[in-house]
């Protein structure tokens, strides 16, 4: 009997470590988003890691825009089934689009992996803005919402999620909210610098360079609590109970078995463990939110109804 254990014991050994012994010849990453963007540069970052850990003799990465994610997200479902070294970046981003747009996919038909990281907004004005605090803008918005503009991400987007929350926070219909969608990061930096919008949503990490040269004021962070070495204040330490952070995650295959999904989640554990990730991270302001198992899982369930919730809120829900 001992010696039965372990023979058995030294079978799963040894299948564990073939399994693991040699790295992917090739993992192919689908990013739903145009090169050089919060989602390429996300899914580039991760490709990197996983050569440098090893889990990837080379990485394919391939970029497929269109429908706020869904239609890469159409074409990962089509084309990666039975394929374990196939991974799709997706994030709030995603979740936002699919409820406005309802199109004939979901985050429901694929694997979810691993949250990677996330990213805190920031509420900025220009410099000689008359609001000079988190308040002076609600209370300016509550008086009247279409006079106060708003600019941030694409319609549906985090910026425009959080914009709606905090409508929904100081008794204002988020749908009456002035906002204002830019395509680009570049674009709307670009407007809220050259004072033609009253504010602007968008990461710290975007905006952290203007901010500290004194060109733009910060006026609350969407984080639960202050972040370190950042003098900013929350909403939530000025009375606005919003934290909504902008994460990316790794989904897989719609059809991974349970032993499959281990191996994908050891993978994508190793690399933004590895210092090729860390590294990135640390140089984009990246915030580690990575989780996994069912702690992720419960996580993604959670903000796919608050999402759910706000988007029609928001006037955006496309009728049936």
């Known amino acids: 009997m001992k010696m039965t254990k372990m023979l058995a014991a030294a079978a799963v050994a040894l299948s564990l470590s073939a399994a693991h012994a040699e790295p992917v010849d090739v993992m192919k990453i689908m990013v739903p988003a145009n090169p050089g963007g919060g989602f390429d540069t996300v899914g580039r970052a991760l490709g990197e890691a996983l050569t440098a850990a090893g ?4 990485v394919q990465v391939e970029n497929k825009a269109g429908a706020g994610g869904a239609i ?13 070294n196939s991974l799709f970046i997706a994030g709030i981003v995603t979740v936002g689009a699919i409820e406005a747009n309802k199109p004939p996919v979901s985050l429901d038909m694929v694997t979810p992996v691993a949250r990677l990281m996330g990213e ?11 609001y000079k605090t988190l308040k002076d803008l609600t209370d300016a918005v509550k008086a009247n919402p279409g006079a106060v503009s708003v600019g941030g991400g694409s319609a549906g987007g985090v910026d425009h999620i959080m914009m709606g929350l905090v409508a929904k926070a100081i008794g204002v219909p988020p749908a009456k909210i002035n906002y204002v969608p830019y395509a680009g990061g570049g674009e709307g930096k670009a407007m809220i610098l050259g004072g033609h919008i009253a504010a602007y949503v968008s990461g710290y990490g975007e905006l952290a360079d203007v901010i500290k040269g004194g060109k733009l004021r910060a006026l609350a962070l969407s ?7 950042v003098d900013i204040p929350t909403m939530k330490e000025q009375g606005i109970d919003v934290v909504l952070f902008n994460w990316r995650a790794v989904f897989a295959e719609p ?14 554990d190793a690399a933004v463990h590895n210092e090729a990730w860390k590294t990135k991270a640390q140089k984009l302001e990246w915030i580690d939110l990575h989780q996994d198992g069912d702690a992720f899982r419960n996580f993604l369930a959670e903000e796919q109804k608050r999402v759910a919730a706000i988007i029609p809120e928001l006037g955006l829900a496309k009728q049936p």
């Open 255 to 268: 059809k991974l078995s349970a032993e499959q999904t281990k191996a994908v989640t050891a993978m994508v």
């Open 55 to 58: 889990q990837a003799k080379r």
């Open 120 to 130: 805190y907004n920031v509420i900025v004005v220009p410099a000689n803005s008359p």
């Open 223 to 229: 984080s639960d609590k202050r972040l370190d070495g």
């Open 72 to 84: 890469g997200l159409a074409q990962f479902v089509n084309n990666a089934k039975a394929d374990p």
